[in-house]
């Protein structure tokens, strides 16, 4: 057997916010390797998995991660060795047991996902198939619709724009190639038009715009005037959909509007503002419109517009089959954002795509605010056919190497390549 894992070697790189981060390469006998890196979070869900970091104030502020680094060559690696990377399941059991906590606070999250990445990469490699491909086996040919985030507020940028993400959707384009262009030429339109009104066309973390408008509203006005500049019709060619990422702006039950300077709202005002947004604009997805402990609020709105629109939960269900358990009986969304990094392996990521699946809800993979060039979750998201990604704007290499590799996946798979949900 030449596919034995030799080595698990793992050190500190840094993500797209000049943060540190861990990146590990698992090598073969055989002469393979694969790596992987891991992200990192800025409006992180209570319930997740632990992210390890020093804490050493003079090194990188406390947030280096060389004990992550050392528990994966120290801890990690000597119980792997000799297995082979196909063994994912088992891999990744054997890493929950070492840790031996319910977050993952022992080894840290980022320590166990990067092995966990690596390893999966590395049996693609050693098959000689591509990731999607050994991940997805037959079902690996769905390209998804990407969500495009191009105005970014909330803790994404220095603004005062309350909600986290304004995202265009070109699902009318025929093929990802085609969304990809509707979506990146509405991005260039959109920094013509913020420029004419005098705005900035600085970008934030995940690359889309972050003016300071003077409210919600105008973000989705500028972005409908931008996707008709580029020739495209709102709410056939493209649609919009929000990311308010609620908790970063909620106190102790109310919604604090303080960006803006709107004033407070309660839950059921909350609702409101979503149902006038949702009447006003062509608004199909809206993600985390509430506080991640306001599950009430959370099936309220699920109800009242649940049969319209895309209710996604990010911080309430943290890729977490426990919390997205909890969402099925309370009818609390109809659809989860999937982030390796919330819940720390690829087998439990797994598990919670497949109770979305068996429930008939939508789920969406997607990257971190603080990215690495890793492309591991393009190959992700066509291989577990959801038919949706959020990978953030048309600008910032971190984002756009994602996109770059869904074009090469799309080109691969030629004829047999099906486009969205
Ligand atoms: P985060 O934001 O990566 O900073 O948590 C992304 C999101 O809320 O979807
Ligand atoms: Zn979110």
Same mark, same amino acid.
């Given at each position: 057997m030449k596919d034995r894992i030799i080595s698990i070697e793992a050190m500190e790189i840094l993500d797209s916010r000049g943060n540190p981060t861990i990146r590990t390469r698992v090598s073969l006998e055989n002469g393979v390797c694969g790596t992987a890196s891991v992200p990192s979070g800025?409006?992180? #869900?209570?319930?997740? +998995?632990l992210e390890l970091r020093? /804490?050493?104030?003079?090194?990188y502020g406390g947030k280096g991660v060389l004990k992550a680094v050392e528990n994966v060559n120290r801890e990690i690696a000597p119980e792997l060795l000799? $297995? &082979?990377? !196909?063994?994912q399941a088992e891999i990744d059991r054997m890493m929950l047991k070492l840790d031996g906590t319910s977050a993952k606070s022992n080894l840290g999250a980022n320590a166990i996902l990067s092995v966990s990445m690596a390893t999966a990469a590395t049996a693609a490699k050693s098959h000689n198939v591509p990731l999607y491909a050994y991940l #997805? #086996?037959?079902? /690996? %040919?769905r390209l998804p619709v990407p969500m495009m985030n191009i105005i970014n507020g909330g803790e994404? +940028? !220095?603004?005062?724009? !309350?909600?986290q993400e304004f995202m265009v959707i @070109?699902? #009318? +384009?025929?093929s990802f190639r085609e969304a990809l262009r509707y979506g990146a030429e509405t991005f260039h339109a959109l920094k013509k038009i913020l420029q004419s009104k005098g705005y900035a066309t600085s970008v934030g973390d995940e690359g889309g715009f972050a003016p300071n408008l003077k409210s919600n509203e105008e973000a989705c006005e500028v972005i409908i005037e931008a996707i008709q500049a580029a020739g495209y019709e709102p709410g056939k060619d493209i649609f919009l959909a929000l990311d308010a990422a609620a908790s970063s702006f909620c106190n102790q039950g109310s919604y604090v509007f303080q960006k803006s300077g709107s004033g407070t709202k309660n839950s059921t005002e909350m609702l409101g503002f979503y149902g006038s947004m949702v009447e006003k604009y062509p608004i199909v997805s809206i993600e985390d @419109? $509430? !506080?991640?402990?306001d599950w009430d609020g959370f099936s309220a709105i699920t109800k009242k517009l649940g049969d319209k629109i895309q209710i996604v939960g990010d911080d309430l269900f943290v890729t977490n089959t426990d919390f997205v358990r909890k969402g099925i009986s309370k009818k609390a969304a109809n659809a989860v954002l999937i982030k390796l990094n919330q819940i720390g392996t690829v087998s439990e990521t797994l598990a919670t795509i497949q109770l979305c699946q068996k429930s008939g809800w939508n789920y969406i993979i997607s990257h971190r605010? =603080?990215?690495?060039?890793? &492309? %591991?979750m393009a190959d992700f998201a066509v291989a577990m056919a959801g038919g949706q990604i959020k990978? =953030?704007? +048309?600008?910032?290499s971190e984002r756009i190497a994602k996109y770059n590799r869904l074009l090469e996946i799309e080109a691969e798979l030629g004829e047999s390549a099906i486009f969205g949900s």
């Open positions: 800025a409006s992180t #869900g209570e319930n997740e +998995a020093d /804490g050493d104030k003079s090194r000799g $297995m &082979t990377p !196909d063994r #997805g #086996g037959v079902s /690996g %040919f994404h +940028a !220095d603004n005062s724009v !309350d909600l @070109p699902s #009318g +384009a025929p @419109p $509430m !506080d991640e402990h605010s =603080g990215e690495t060039e890793d &492309t %591991f990978t =953030g704007s +048309a600008s910032r």
